[in-house]
């Protein structure tokens, strides 16, 4: 076996790590942007938090996906037919949210934009609950054949621990979006975000702390968890502190990125070596190696991500650190009329900035 | 059933990306140019037709985006035997192209709408550059993935299996080096319809004709050049394919019999079956020998030939693909070729005669010749993707062998179901949006227009 096979795994496992701890608070921002913004000009300055970012995040989960095929056709093929109908609904959720951003402020009708914020809301909600219940179900074991095929139906996708970690996802999102926007907002809107981030802290303290466990009962017979488990558990107890703290936003966002992370990394460590397991036999599981490409494509592959990656991190990085900025509701009131935005012609809201 | 039907969901789903993604393409260099225009001469008009057509190109991009997280899903999800197969080297450069491109593409296009005042202009005008960069390199990978279904390279077989051993015979492939400068070349006739189109629109209707007449022009510079070189190059990958797919040419002609040398008939009657004697109307002598094989009087090997060859060598079964669809395919794309490129020496001969902002017969045909470059694009997908049928991959694996075995009927009906549904709404939304904002006027100019004042940035 090539030594780039485990090396490829933990690639993508830090492909999927990467998008939920930067789309993740995109979801959460979704979710939040009509508690957190109560009027049209809040709405947009939330939405406006991640506008230059979130194409950029959403990127991270073609990527996995497409490493995936390239590394472990079998995984790939496998999994994304397993979950065919399930990755429809999640496709559907992503175009909502997408067009949600782009459409909603080209029209000036109010019923338009409502009509955009839920489609904005019920995608962000969605769209890590159903990738949730996939990844889940990667750990807690399907019924594959020795064909490496999936044999169950629609409904053998809903298993409880799948389930679980959906919800638990969509826990995680929320507090990390809140603390979000408490980190990129200004004035009441920040103060709204304070106080949501600290209505969702128990509940996503109490999922992470019971996904944990469960997670660890699911693969392993050990007592005591590993680093990656504890650190979860760390993690989400100290945002769940953090956002009580009144000038603690950067580490509550900082613990809130942490727990994202250990939660996702904790169900790849947990899945290792195999990648999905079937509950049909364990001699049916797929592992790394029978599902692993060849050692020429993976060497390949690996020769492009060293030379690509640190590249598209540092002008990633850079383009956070270009809209570092707080966004204020205060830039998108509009005096008299509202005009939709359009490249060109600002709308009355977009007063330049000092 | 399931594999016709998985087939109509992958057709559906890629020619309806396919609309949006030589727009992006051809609007991000157009538009890339125009704010070149800007940081050179200054002008404001120049600043205010960049912000116009950038506003349309950021449309179109949302859509080419969340169509493109379907294509790239839609391999595992429907075509699993094919990934499992495959993967090893078609996931290659899709993994290339989410690293190279899609990052590029996605990140540089928010630093391109919001950084109007936070970027100095010339790092901002490269961001613009950096956008179509990388429309062009997403197109460069995934074109080489499609060019080895076409004609596999850079593979040995183990154990029964493809296996890749060459990742620069993907890139260097005949049919990717040509159907690649197709696509950009069909990419920028795409771009600058849509360009001459709104501008026409601007002319006729608008406030702004002294700035509208700026792009009118520009467009048309651009489309009389990009249509005729898709046509030469159009005409060399026809050479190729002839070589590597015999039978995809063949059927574009519905030849049944071996000919040579062989004519072009500008329509046919009939002909769909090799019983049925086609009524050919209008030959061109030696056309398709030329088109097919570039020499007077080449040969062209017809299709009941190439079937008795291909049931001896991959065992029987009927290796013909729909003539019909070939047929008819090439002739949509060739003829609309021709009078796009009628409609763009025309319009330069109206700037010749000064006359490209006064000629209403002119921008009225302009207007509506918009939709050409989508038919003849969908037009020459169908005859590339059909006329490999029914191999999946030319000459490795059958279609109807690369199916997810998992997949029920009822699943794939209702993901096309929903596909359709969701599709339908956003070209809806799309359509209607685009023209709204196609109908705008210019953004006003600047008071002053001092140039380093800064430009506000777009937002949501």
Redesign the interface.
């Known amino acids: 076996m090539s030594g780039l096979v485990p090396f490829w795994f933990i690639v993508i496992a830090f492909f999927w790590t990467g998008f939920f701890i930067l789309e993740g608070f995109d979801f959460g921002v979704g979710m939040l942007h009509d508690l957190v913004g109560t009027d049209e000009a809040s709405r947009?300055a939330a939405?406006?938090t991640i506008?230059?970012?979130w194409?950029?995040n959403?990127?991270w989960?073609?990527?996995a996906?497409?490493?995936m095929?390239?590394?472990?056709?079998?995984w790939?093929?496998?999994?994304?037919?397993?979950?065919?109908?399930a990755?429809?609904l999640v496709?559907?959720a992503?175009?909502a949210r997408?067009?949600a951003?782009?459409?909603?402020?080209?029209?000036d009708s109010p019923n338009w934009r409502r009509t955009w914020d839920t489609a904005l809301t019920a995608g962000s909600l969605l769209a890590p609950l159903l990738i949730g219940v996939a990844l889940g179900d990667l750990l807690h074991g399907l019924p594959i054949d020795s064909?490496?095929?999936?044999?169950g139906s629609?409904w053998d996708l809903l298993q409880p621990y799948g389930i679980f970690t959906g919800i638990t996802l969509v826990a995680i999102c929320a507090l990390h979006g809140a603390t979000f926007l408490e980190l990129k907002t200004t004035g009441d809107m920040r103060q709204r975000a304070g106080h949501l981030a600290r209505l969702v802290a128990p509940f996503t303290a109490a999922a992470v702390i019971g996904f944990i466990i469960w997670t660890h009962v699911t693969h392993t017979n050990a007592f005591f968890l590993n680093p990656i488990e504890l650190l979860a558990v760390l993690a989400v107890l100290a945002a769940a502190w953090l956002v009580y703290e009144p000038h603690r936003h950067g580490f509550a966002f900082a613990a809130t990125t942490v727990t994202m992370a250990s939660c996702i990394v904790a169900i790849f460590v947990g899945l290792y070596p195999n990648v999905m397991v079937s509950t049909t036999s364990t001699a049916n599981n797929l592992t790394v190696h029978n599902t692993a490409?060849?050692a020429?494509?993976l060497k390949?592959?690996t020769v492009?991500?060293i030379v690509?990656?640190p590249i598209?991190l540092a002008?990633?990085a850079w383009?956070y650190y270009?809209?570092r900025r707080r966004v204020s509701a205060q830039?998108?009131q509009a005096p008299a009329h509202q005009e939709p935005?359009?490249?060109?012609?600002?709308?009355a809201g977009?007063a330049?900035?000092p | 059933m399931n594999v016709d039907l998985a087939r109509w969901q992958f057709a559906f789903v890629t020619i309806n990306h396919f609309f949006f993604v030589p727009i992006t393409i051809g609007l991000a260099f157009l538009t890339a140019l125009l704010q070149t225009a800007w940081y050179r001469s200054k002008r404001d008009e120049y600043l205010r037709l960049t912000r116009f057509f950038g506003t349309l190109l950021v449309i179109n991009v949302a859509i080419g985006v969340v169509t493109g997280l379907v294509q790239e899903f839609q391999f595992g999800m429907d075509w699993g035997a094919y990934s499992r197969l495959v993967g090893n080297i078609f996931g290659a450069p899709l993994a290339m192209e989410g690293l190279a491109a899609f990052f590029l593409e996605s990140t540089f296009l928010g630093l391109w709408l919001f950084g109007w005042d936070r970027l100095p202009r010339r790092v901002h005008l490269a961001t613009i550059w950096a956008v179509s960069l990388g429309t062009v390199l997403s197109a460069a990978f995934i074109m080489a993935a499609n060019s080895w279904m076409q004609h596999p390279v850079g593979y040995k077989m183990v154990n029964g299996k493809p296996q890749l051993n060459d990742i620069w015979a993907l890139f260097t492939n005949p049919v990717f080096v040509w159907g690649y400068s197709k696509v950009l070349f069909a990419s920028l006739v795409t771009g600058a319809m849509v360009m001459l189109a709104v501008s026409a629109w601007q002319l006729r209707h608008g406030q702004d004709k002294d700035v509208f007449v700026r792009t009118a022009r520009l467009s048309l510079v651009v489309l009389v050049p990009a249509i005729l070189f898709t046509m030469l190059v159009g005409d060399e990958l026809g050479v190729i394919e002839a070589r590597y797919q015999p039978m995809k040419i063949a059927a574009a002609e519905a030849q049944w019999t071996t000919c040579q040398p062989c004519s072009f008939s500008l329509f046919q009657i009939g002909g769909g079956n090799n019983d049925q004697v086609p009524t050919q109307i209008i030959e061109i002598p030696h056309l398709l020998s030329l088109l097919a094989t570039n020499t007077w009087n080449g040969k062209v090997i017809g299709m009941t030939p190439l079937q008795n060859q291909y049931s001896k060598q991959y065992g029987p079964g009927y290796y013909v693909p729909d003539v019909f669809i070939q047929y008819w395919g090439m002739r949509v794309m060739a003829y609309l070729a021709v009078v796009v490129t009628l409609i763009g020496l025309w319009g330069l001969w109206l700037i010749r005669r000064k006359k490209l902002a006064t000629s209403r017969l002119f921008l009225w045909v302009a207007t509506w010749a918009v939709v050409l470059p989508f038919l003849m694009n969908t037009a020459g997908w169908l005859l590339t993707e059909s006329g490999r049928q029914p191999w999946i991959v030319q000459g490795l694996m059958l279609t109807k062998n690369g199916i997810s075995p998992s997949l029920s009927t009822t699943w794939i009906a209702i993901s096309l179901g929903v596909f359709v549904l969701v599709y339908a709404v956003i070209a809806t939304v799309e359509l209607l949006l685009m023209i709204k904002y196609a109908r705008q006027s210019l953004p006003p100019p600047r008071a002053g227009a001092d140039v380093d004042q800064p430009v506000p940035a777009v937002q949501y």
């Open positions: 947009r939405i406006n506008g230059p970012l194409d950029g959403e990127v989960l073609i990527v996906g497409a490493a095929f390239a590394a472990f056709p079998g790939y093929a496998t999994m994304f037919s397993a979950f065919n109908l990755l429809v496709l559907v992503l175009i997408g067009l951003f782009e459409y909603r402020g080209k029209r064909a490496q095929n999936y044999t629609f490409s060849p020429y494509p390949v592959m492009v991500a690509l990656l598209v002008y990633q383009s270009v809209f830039e998108f935005a359009q490249a060109g012609v600002p709308a977009d330049p900035r």
